[in-house]
């Protein structure tokens, strides 16, 4: 039985939050799991995704089945070396990746990024691209790789698929309405993925991005006794390591401390001989389904170096196989996403036209149709209206599929 909620219900309570330049239409109430689409749900034929059973978001990272039967990274670090990207594959080459922007913090990043040449990759939330999008405009104006990291930041494997399909497109289509670009690439929050996970991604067009270096940078944010050196001191371990093949690193700009740390942490990576690129460049990959490509790098040009930034060589690797995966225990699924910061205030005059804008009509053809899932398109000049229907939202998700 299908249960259809009154759109004149949902209408009263869509609320107008902002007045920024920002994103038209209504979107769904930000850091919530946002509504299942008809149509978006229809792009997966569920009958091919493997049938991984959707875990109680509190027994992720906790209970381990005795088998690891759909390669569940949260329990083993298990990684499936077709699919998923776990490394830069050359060695010498670095993939820094910054994930849960773009927040305030991000502006001071790009400009050391700028400033220093260097490329990276942004896994985006996208309540954060909806609150910031001129902060993603200049992130893909500077070369920078922008990637999916989902609406609301949940552990995926604890999501119905309906819901994993929603986090993903609600991210896609306000990227693609911020700088008119379809990322193919995604990550999951917590790095919490199983292979219903990634058959859904891959149905849906993205590649999995993963990591074989963590800061672990996101345990400051409540952590005390996390010592923010400690970034910098892996870093400096990390360009030591033996190695066969490259690194990809995780870091995240949703703190201001943690995004700061870059500033450190880059120039390390570079006096070490590597090479930083954005994650697709490294892996040969093209970042969009819109025909743009990513400049190649830059002679690593070393600015603003630490003072005591250490001189380490290269890896200078002894036949050794590649590092195992990621066999850390994922961070507890804790707030990241709603510790989220405010929006910045008075964002920075950026340009506001950027080389890779493909026009409001790509963005709207992805759009879903305004009646298909009982939530309203609002009329296009509207600005950045964020709708608070996070009680009717769950009451249509929890309808929906009766
Ligand atoms: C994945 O691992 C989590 C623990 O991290 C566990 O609770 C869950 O049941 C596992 N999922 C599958 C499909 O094995
Ligand atoms: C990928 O994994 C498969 C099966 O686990 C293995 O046979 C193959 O050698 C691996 N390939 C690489 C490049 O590591
Ligand atoms: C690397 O980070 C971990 C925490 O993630 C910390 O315990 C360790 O001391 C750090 N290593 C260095 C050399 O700072
Ligand atoms: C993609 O862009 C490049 C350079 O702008 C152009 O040479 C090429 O023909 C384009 N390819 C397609 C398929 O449009």
């Given at each position: ?22 994103l ?74 910054f994930?849960?922007g773009p927040?305030?913090?991000t502006v001071?990043l790009l400009?050391?990024l700028l400033?220093?040449?260097?490329k990276v990759t942004f896994f985006v939330?996208?309540?954060r691209v909806?609150?910031n999008p001129e902060i993603l405009q200049r992130a893909v104006k500077e070369g920078h790789q922008i990637g999916i ?23 896609e289509?306000a990227i693609q309405q911020a700088v008119g670009l379809t990322p193919k690439h ?67 700009d ?24 954005p994650?697709s460049v490294?892996?040969?990959?093209k970042p969009y389904v819109e025909n743009v490509t990513l400049d ?54 950026y340009p506001s036209s950027y080389p890779y804008l493909v026009g409001?009509?790509s963005a ?39």
């Amino acid at each position: 039985m299908k249960v259809n909620v009154s759109l004149c219900v949902l209408a009263s309570l869509f609320i107008s939050l902002s007045d920024a330049a920002g994103l038209t239409g209504n979107w769904p109430p930000l850091d919530q799991p946002p509504p299942p689409v008809k149509e978006w749900t229809a792009l997966v034929d569920q009958t091919k995704v493997p049938a991984a059973p959707v875990v109680k978001a509190a027994d992720v990272g906790t209970k381990c089945p005795d088998k690891d039967t759909f390669c569940n990274w949260s329990c083993t670090g298990c990684t499936r070396n077709d699919t998923d990207i776990v490394r830069c594959p050359n060695k010498g080459d670095w993939g820094i990746s910054f994930d849960d922007g773009p927040t305030e913090f991000t502006v001071g990043l790009l400009d050391f990024l700028l400033k220093t040449n260097t490329k990276v990759t942004f896994f985006v939330i996208g309540s954060r691209v909806v609150e910031n999008p001129e902060i993603l405009q200049r992130a893909v104006k500077e070369g920078h790789q922008i990637g999916i990291h989902t609406w609301s930041h949940p552990a995926l494997t604890s999501q119905t698929t309906e819901q994993i399909i929603a986090e993903l497109k609600w991210t896609e289509k306000a990227i693609q309405q911020a700088v008119g670009l379809t990322p193919k690439h995604m990550r999951p929050p917590f790095g919490d993925y199983d292979d219903r996970v990634r058959g859904i991604a891959s149905q849906l067009g993205y590649k999995v991005v993963i990591w074989d270096e963590d800061t672990n940078d996101w345990m400051s944010a409540d952590d005390k006794t996390f010592q923010l050196s400690w970034i910098e001191g892996n870093f400096t371990e990390w360009v030591k390591q033996p190695a066969t093949t490259g690194h990809i690193s995780l870091e995240h700009d949703l703190y201001q401390q943690t995004a700061a740390r870059a500033q450190l942490g880059i120039p390390i990576v570079q006096n070490a001989g590597f090479s930083i690129k954005p994650v697709s460049v490294c892996v040969g990959d093209k970042p969009y389904v819109e025909n743009v490509t990513l400049d190649a790098p830059a002679a690593a040009a070393p600015a603003a170096a630490p003072a005591a930034a250490p001189a380490a060589a290269p890896a200078a690797a002894p036949a050794k196989a590649a590092p195992a995966p990621a066999g850390k225990a994922a961070p507890t699924p804790a707030k990241a996403a709603k510790a989220a910061p405010p929006p910045a205030s008075s964002p920075a005059a950026y340009p506001s036209s950027y080389p890779y804008l493909v026009g409001s009509s790509s963005a709207s053809a992805a759009a879903p149709s305004s009646t298909s899932s009982g939530y309203v398109v609002s009329s296009a000049n509207s600005l950045n209206n964020i709708n608070l229907w996070s009680f009717v939202s769950f009451i249509v998700g929890s309808v929906m599929f009766i």
